[in-house]
């Protein structure tokens, strides 16, 4: 089964920091990001930048809208697809990314969102 994880952070409190630091703590990512993908189950892993655009269907034509879109001070920074056989390997696996493992991101409201993808489609 394949599960989309979302990693979200209030970029607020990131942005209040200064860029070394941030750099800093960064770079404590890169050895959990590698103990999560040398699990073999990451298919995708992305970060994301803030731009965000949205299209609706409005009266029969498409418009499109700036966002961020969400009511909430937190926004999607990252997303990956792991692959695993039920929910608590999802957990599991998903609990090795650096969003879990780095301490300092409790203080940027950092944390993962997972979802059981029901189709995927890849031409490869």
């Given amino acids: 089964m394949i599960f989309l994880c979302m990693g979200y952070f209030i970029p607020e409190k990131m942005d209040a ?13 890169q050895p959990h990001l590698e103990k999560f993908y040398e699990t073999g189950k990451v298919m995708i892993d992305a970060g994301l930048e803030l731009e965000t655009k949205s299209l609706r269907r409005v009266n029969g034509k498409v418009t499109v809208t700036d966002g961020p879109f969400t009511e909430t001070k937190e926004l ?46 890849n031409d490869k």
């Fill in 76 to 121: 999607i920074g990252s997303i990956f697809l792991i692959e695993a056989e039920e929910m608590d390997e999802a957990i599991q696996l998903a609990s090795l990314h650096p969003t879990t493992q780095v301490s300092i991101g409790e203080e940027f409201g950092w944390r993962i969102e997972i979802r059981p993808v029901h189709y995927f489609k």
């Fill in 17 to 29: 920091r200064p860029n070394a630091e941030i750099e800093t703590i960064m770079s404590e990512c």
